[in-house]
């Protein structure tokens, strides 16, 4: 089988920074990936790591550790903007699996 | 460049109605996957397609529920009798290319399905 746990939900200050944690167990993996989606809205591509180490787009920075099934998204300058469930999701060979996210509230 | 296209947005059917929920990938991709996802919940795996084949159907129910992606047309959920608990949002994405080597997938605004 395969399962995916990351924190249900996650508060920070506005200008913080913030860690997303997320393991996984699953045969046939290939990367892992994080998507954000605000209520009532459509999952949207943050990052995606295929290989081990750190992946940077912006203030939106994801790690991965293959040998520890675990990977990470690190959210910097959050804003408010950033208030949204985040989604860690494993790529396999034959689909992708999404985690149960984690709600993230930021305090201004 | 049109992205993902999904309709209807809002679907209302009766117990025992058919739902039939329709999905148009972004041009150039031929893979589609679908999932479901109940409020506070995550996206549920449902089905994974390419043109005119089913590559992995694991989290669809055995029963009422079919999928297709045809060769021309865009690829459909039906769900048949419904029941309440079917109501869902219903999420398309699609991506160039799948498994092994697929890094993205961009998702449509989601069908958000209400049983009566």
């Known amino acids: 089988g395969q399962s995916l746990e990351q924190p249900s939900e996650v508060t920070a200050v506005e200008g913080a920074i913030v860690q997303i944690n997320c393991t996984y167990q699953t045969s046939g993996f290939y990367g892992l990936s994080w998507y954000q989606q605000h209520d009532g809205g459509a999952p949207t591509f943050l990052s995606y790591?295929?290989?081990?180490g750190l992946e940077e787009t912006g203030r939106f920075s994801s790690f991965l550790s293959r040998s520890d099934s675990y990977g990470y998204l690190l959210l910097q300058e959050l804003q408010m903007k950033d208030s949204a469930s985040y989604f860690c999701?494993?790529?396999?060979?034959?689909?992708?699996?999404f985690g149960k996210g984690t709600r993230l509230h930021i305090l201004p | 460049n049109a992205g993902v296209m999904q309709n209807p947005r809002h679907l209302v059917r009766r117990r025992g109605q058919e739902a039939r929920l329709r999905c148009s990938p972004m041009k150039g991709h031929s893979h589609v996957y679908w999932y479901r996802q109940l409020p506070e919940e995550g996206l549920k795996f449902m089905v994974y397609?390419?043109?005119?084949?089913?590559?992995?159907e694991s989290g669809m129910p055995k029963e009422r529920f079919s999928a297709e992606f045809p060769k021309e047309g865009p690829s459909i959920l039906r769900i048949q009798q419904v029941v309440r608990g079917d109501s869902a949002a219903y999420f398309c994405?699609?991506?160039?290319?799948?498994?092994?080597?697929?890094?993205?997938?961009?998702f449509g605004s989601g069908t958000q399905l209400s049983v009566l």
């Open positions: 790591n295929g290989l081990d």
């Open positions: 994405a699609s991506s160039p290319s799948g498994g092994a080597t697929n890094e993205k997938l961009f």
């Open positions: 999701a494993v790529s396999r060979d034959d689909k992708i699996i």
């Open positions: 397609l390419q043109k005119e084949n089913i590559i992995d």
